[in-house]
């Protein structure tokens, strides 16, 4: 009886966040594109475990709060920020005053360290003389404007 009692508690608890989590898909659904980053509710934990790979030890707590969701073509799209991973939108610009600033400082420079760029920029830079240059592409942006590979479709 005691088992059966606590059983129907925990299912109970649990609905509010499976609706939480078909919120998310709905709301993306209705709005297409939202390019607004949002937290994602707890519901939505074992799915962002899963997408980028945490282990059973990682707490709850860690991967809620560095994950978020917003919407792109109607689905939920989810991004977990990391030491060089952004969940912003990418800069693709083509002058970066800090890049700039860093080549004044280390003229011919082989790098620009993403301290000086940042870590939303799309290129990779170095300096030609005390002048900052794109030595190539690094990441493809997705059609709203955002590093591709940080974000994964909730499906």
Not at 7 to 28: E, G, H, K, T
Not at 79 to 100: E, F, H, T
Request: one cysteine or more; proline letters at 6%.
């Amino acid at each position: 009886m005691f088992r059966s009692a606590l059983f129907s508690l925990l299912v109970l608890l649990a609905l509010p966040s499976c609706a939480r989590a078909q919120d998310v898909a709905a709301r993306c659904a209705k709005v297409g594109d939202d390019d607004k980053a949002k937290s994602i509710p707890a519901a939505l934990i074992p799915q962002a475990r899963q997408l980028f790979g945490f282990s059973r030890e990682t707490p709850n707590a860690f991967i809620r709060k560095g994950t978020s969701y917003r919407c792109m073509g109607g689905k939920a799209w989810l991004c977990n920020v990391g030491a060089n991973l952004v969940c912003g939108k990418a800069n693709a610009s083509q002058r970066l005053p800090g890049a700039a600033a860093f080549c004044k400082d280390n003229p011919g420079s082989d790098m620009i360290p993403m301290a000086a760029t940042g870590h939303d920029t799309i290129y990779e830079w170095k300096c030609v003389g005390p002048n900052a240059q794109i030595v190539r592409q690094v990441a493809e942006v997705d059609p709203r404007g955002f590093i591709a590979e940080n974000w994964k479709p909730l499906d």
